[in-house]
């Protein structure tokens, strides 16, 4: 199998995207594999710091590589959104392909000087470091309103730049105008998409990665993806599949048996992953 800097490199060079989704779950999982196998196409699965305390962090790396291996998949395991250095380390450790550094909240000094310690500790391991740069909330959530703590205010592309430069980081997940979670009732506000093409421009060929994905239109992610993004995240979108497939499960009030609801809710999932892989990859 390739290396996930290799998938990526190659989603760059063909003009397309690679899937992340977040699970917290074995049954999330086999329904992105399901998705992912069915199209013939790689997949990143994304364990965040809850998931990971909720699943143990080894049992999720054990977890992916089993079912990467039983359903014959190409399939990347990140460590989403890790808010600490030590955390980071711990994911490295247990055997993931990527691990992002969330300093996003810290100054832009502290966010570098945490993402530098992280890529030096990943130095000759295959491990692809991601940080971000600017603000766009931590809520894989609906929401009524876009949160207050969300200023709207972007980075520059000399920012960006000079960040990368720095901390020698591999992928880059610049704020550009997206946001974390889904608007109740509306889409999520449209991407600067030409910010994410001077942002390409200025950086080369390092990853750059959309994050809050979930409440974008399909010409959003088109127009990102054409303009220079190589992997898009997916959480809060599948979130809410699965929370609608299990409640139509649950109807059946003499169920008790999990696997038979829980399928629902595998299923409600599985129609989400292979929509988005199929926009992402040009299927």
Same mark, same amino acid.
Do not use: W
């Given at each position: 199998?390739?290396?996930?800097?290799?998938?990526?490199?190659?989603a760059?060079?063909q003009?397309?995207?690679l899937g992340?989704?977040?699970?917290?779950?074995?049954?999330? *999982?086999?329904?992105?594999?399901?998705?992912?196998?069915d199209l013939n196409?790689?997949?990143?699965?994304?364990?965040? =710091?809850?998931?990971?305390?909720?699943?143990g962090?080894?049992?999720?790396?054990a *977890?992916? +590589?089993?079912?990467?291996?039983?359903e014959g998949?190409?399939?990347?395991i990140?460590?989403?959104?890790?808010?600490?250095v030590?955390?980071?380390?711990?994911?490295?450790?247990?055997g993931?392909?990527?691990?992002?550094?969330?300093?996003? +909240?810290?100054?832009?000094e502290?966010n570098? +000087?945490?993402?530098?310690?992280?890529?030096?500790y990943?130095?000759?391991k295959q491990?692809?470091?991601?940080?971000?740069?600017?603000?766009?909330g931590?809520s894989s959530?609906?929401?009524?309103?876009?949160?207050e703590?969300?200023?709207?205010?972007l980075?520059?592309?000399?920012?960006?730049r000079?960040?990368?430069?720095?901390t020698?980081?591999h992928?880059?997940?610049?704020?550009v105008g997206?946001?974390h979670?889904?608007?109740?009732?509306r889409a999520?506000?449209?991407?600067?998409?030409g910010?994410?093409?001077?942002? +390409?421009?200025?950086?080369?060929d390092?990853?750059m990665?959309?994050?809050?994905?979930?409440?974008?239109?399909?010409?959003?992610?088109?127009?990102?993806?054409?303009?220079?993004?190589?992997?898009?995240?997916?959480?809060?979108?599948?979130r809410?599949?699965?929370?609608?497939?299990i =409640?139509?499960g649950l109807e059946?009030?003499e169920?008790i048996a999990?696997?038979?609801?829980?399928?629902?809710?595998?299923?409600?999932?599985?129609?989400?992953?292979k929509?988005?892989?199929?926009?992402?990859?040009?299927?």
């Amino acid at each position: 199998m390739k290396t996930l800097a290799q998938a990526m490199e190659d989603a760059l060079e063909q003009k397309i995207a690679l899937g992340h989704f977040n699970i917290s779950d074995s049954t999330q *999982l086999r329904a992105i594999a399901r998705a992912a196998k069915d199209l013939n196409v790689p997949v990143i699965i994304g364990i965040s =710091e809850g998931e990971s305390d909720f699943l143990g962090i080894h049992n999720a790396v054990a *977890l992916v +590589r089993a079912t990467a291996q039983e359903e014959g998949v190409e399939m990347y395991i990140n460590a989403d959104h890790m808010h600490t250095v030590e955390n980071c380390k711990a994911a490295i450790d247990a055997g993931f392909d990527s691990v992002i550094f969330d300093g996003s +909240r810290e100054s832009m000094e502290d966010n570098i +000087r945490g993402t530098r310690e992280v890529v030096a500790y990943a130095q000759g391991k295959q491990v692809i470091v991601e940080a971000e740069v600017g603000y766009i909330g931590t809520s894989s959530k609906m929401l009524d309103e876009i949160p207050e703590d969300v200023s709207g205010v972007l980075p520059t592309v000399e920012e960006v730049r000079n960040f990368v430069e720095r901390t020698g980081v591999h992928a880059v997940a610049p704020a550009v105008g997206n946001l974390h979670g889904m608007l109740t009732g509306r889409a999520n506000p449209a991407l600067d998409v030409g910010l994410i093409r001077n942002i +390409r421009e200025s950086i080369g060929d390092i990853g750059m990665v959309l994050h809050g994905g979930s409440g974008l239109t399909d010409e959003d992610f088109t127009q990102a993806i054409n303009a220079g993004m190589n992997v898009v995240h997916i959480n809060t979108e599948i979130r809410v599949a699965y929370r609608k497939g299990i =409640e139509k499960g649950l109807e059946h009030k003499e169920e008790i048996a999990p696997y038979r609801y829980l399928h629902h809710g595998q299923d409600a999932v599985y129609e989400v992953v292979k929509k988005r892989l199929e926009l992402f990859g040009n299927v």
